[in-house]
């Protein structure tokens, strides 16, 4: 079941960690200088997922169109520029545009109704309370209870008392991670070894529940691989799975990239460990749930991330480990698997931050050892960046691809 698209064109806007923002309630939330920097050196990510038609919200017009003319045509994005300050130039089919913001918050619903005095085709949603509750991590929490046939993972515990933290991780007989209550992609999340309660620790927890007055605490499992579900929903209570997604973390839990290729070829990742009967099993649970518990309040694309941990000598499912509820860089990859990468090739999705000439020294280096190769519109094989990168880029985002046979 695919829910029905709107004929609408989206202006697009990039604005990773929204989550801060939704916890701030502000209209003028400003991000973390290093947020900023990745929303800045990212900021065209929406040319490729963007349907035929769309804009995509930048800072200058210029950048994009000279960034879209080294593009091969064959894979060149019709996804059109807008600026934060400069009058559009709409195309004449234009009648009703929709504010798609990677994540929506106050912060962002303020920009689109600030850009909607030069664009009034525009349509920009409201702010609903509800979804502040609804983005908390402890929706992730009921989400997780309800699906107690389906694993034997203890779930997270919230605290708001900084001595209740001592007493649970001293006590505790295993690793544990602290989150904060609204985090995403590794950001607002300490791993903690067994019992470790130093003066880090301590202030980290004093700061995490000093800006979100509480934190939450689960078990560390022995992880052998991260995945996720991706899913929509229609706002009207249905909520149908989109694909799947397999990714990478570092060491801290950062999000680095996604595994490219065919349906087959990340289901097979994820089966070497559990059946396929198990997957579907997850996948038809967590649609019930979330239909649940957000299929109403909630339209738009949303995210479960879920691991495989091994228990003893056997490998187990954790189907709820975060809900993101908004696009996430899986529902790229699954775009990006369909319209960009070739059937038979496979690769790697990578987001990536290093010092600025640092990454750019590796761009051309990468450009160099791994040529584009292109077979009709889509990417047989080589690095392609999907961002512009310059000297003062520290964030990049590309694909890495190498061809395949059937």
Same mark, same amino acid.
């Given at each position: 079941?695919?829910?029905?698209?709107?004929?609408?064109?989206?202006?697009?806007?990039?604005?990773?960690?929204?989550?801060?923002?939704?916890?701030?309630?502000?209209?003028?939330?400003?991000?973390?200088?290093?947020?900023?920097?990745?929303?800045?050196?990212?900021?065209?990510?929406?040319?490729?997922?963007?349907?035929?038609?769309?804009?995509?919200?930048?800072?200058? /017009?210029?950048?994009?169109?000279?960034?879209?003319?080294? *593009?091969?045509?064959?894979?060149?994005?019709?996804?059109?520029?807008?600026?934060?300050?400069?009058?559009?130039?709409?195309?004449?089919?234009?009648?009703?545009?929709?504010?798609?913001?990677?994540?929506?918050?106050?912060?962002?619903?303020?920009?689109?109704?600030?850009?909607?005095?030069?664009?009034?085709?525009?349509?920009?949603?409201?702010?609903?309370?509800?979804?502040?509750?609804?983005?908390?991590?402890?929706?992730?929490?009921?989400?997780?209870?309800?699906?107690?046939?389906?694993?034997?993972?203890?779930?997270?515990?919230?605290?708001?008392?900084?001595?209740?933290?001592?007493?649970?991780?001293?006590?505790?007989?295993?690793?544990?991670?602290?989150?904060?209550?609204?985090?995403?992609?590794?950001?607002?999340?300490?791993?903690?070894?067994?019992?470790?309660?130093?003066?880090?620790?301590?202030?980290?927890?004093?700061?995490?529940?000093?800006?979100?007055?509480?934190?939450?605490?689960?078990?560390?499992?022995?992880?052998?691989?991260?995945?996720?579900?991706?899913?929509?929903?229609?706002?009207?209570?249905?909520?149908?799975?989109?694909?799947?997604?397999?990714?990478?973390?570092?060491?801290?839990?950062?999000?680095?990239?996604?595994?490219?290729?065919?349906?087959?070829?990340?289901?097979?990742?994820?089966?070497?460990?559990?059946?396929?009967?198990?997957?579907?099993?997850?996948?038809?649970?967590?649609?019930?749930?979330?239909?649940?518990? *957000?299929?109403?309040?909630?339209?738009?694309?949303?995210? /479960?991330?879920?691991?495989?941990?091994?228990?003893?000598?056997?490998?187990?499912?954790?189907?709820?480990?975060?809900?993101?509820?908004?696009?996430?860089?899986?529902? /790229?990859?699954?775009?990006?698997?369909?319209?960009?990468?070739?059937?038979?090739?496979?690769?790697?999705?990578?987001?990536?931050?290093?010092?600025?000439?640092?990454?750019?020294?590796?761009?051309?280096?990468?450009?160099?050892?791994?040529?584009?190769? *292109?077979?009709?519109?889509? *990417?047989?094989?080589?690095?392609?960046?999907?961002?512009? /990168?310059?000297?003062?880029?520290?964030?990049?985002?590309?694909?890495?691809?190498?061809?395949?046979?059937?």
């Amino acid at each position: 079941m695919r829910l029905t698209k709107t004929s609408n064109h989206k202006i697009h806007y990039f604005n990773p960690g929204h989550e801060t923002a939704i916890h701030s309630e502000r209209a003028h939330y400003t991000p973390t200088a290093p947020v900023r920097k990745m929303m800045a050196d990212l900021a065209f990510l929406p040319l490729w997922y963007g349907e035929a038609g769309d804009y995509v919200l930048v800072d200058r /017009v210029a950048d994009v169109s000279d960034f879209l003319s080294t *593009i091969p045509y064959e894979i060149r994005p019709r996804v059109y520029p807008v600026s934060f300050t400069e009058k559009p130039v709409l195309e004449a089919d234009v009648t009703l545009l929709e504010a798609a913001s990677w994540g929506l918050s106050p912060q962002s619903i303020h920009l689109f109704e600030t850009l909607r005095q030069n664009v009034p085709l525009l349509s920009v949603p409201r702010w609903d309370k509800a979804f502040w509750h609804l983005t908390h991590r402890h929706t992730a929490i009921d989400c997780l209870q309800e699906l107690s046939q389906l694993t034997d993972v203890t779930p997270p515990q919230i605290f708001t008392d900084i001595n209740d933290v001592q007493n649970f991780i001293t006590t505790h007989p295993q690793p544990c991670i602290v989150k904060t209550p609204f985090s995403c992609s590794g950001r607002g999340v300490r791993w903690i070894q067994r019992g470790q309660w130093d003066e880090q620790t301590r202030r980290w927890v004093s700061g995490a529940l000093g800006k979100q007055q509480s934190v939450g605490i689960e078990t560390a499992l022995n992880k052998v691989c991260d995945f996720a579900m991706e899913f929509e929903s229609d706002g009207d209570g249905h909520v149908v799975y989109s694909g799947l997604s397999v990714f990478e973390t570092s060491a801290d839990g950062a999000y680095s990239g996604n595994m490219l290729g065919e349906k087959n070829l990340l289901e097979k990742r994820l089966t070497n460990f559990v059946p396929g009967s198990e997957l579907d099993k997850v996948r038809e649970a967590v649609c019930v749930v979330l239909a649940k518990k *957000i299929g109403v309040a909630c339209k738009g694309l949303l995210g /479960v991330d879920m691991l495989i941990y091994r228990q003893g000598t056997s490998f187990r499912i954790h189907p709820f480990i975060e809900l993101n509820l908004r696009r996430t860089m899986g529902h /790229v990859c699954l775009q990006l698997g369909e319209q960009l990468i070739y059937p038979s090739s496979q690769g790697r999705f990578v987001v990536v931050c290093q010092p600025a000439g640092e990454a750019f020294r590796a761009h051309l280096q990468m450009v160099e050892m791994h040529p584009l190769q *292109i077979a009709g519109d889509k *990417i047989r094989s080589g690095y392609f960046s999907l961002c512009p /990168v310059t000297p003062a880029t520290k964030y990049r985002a590309y694909v890495e691809i190498s061809s395949g046979t059937k």
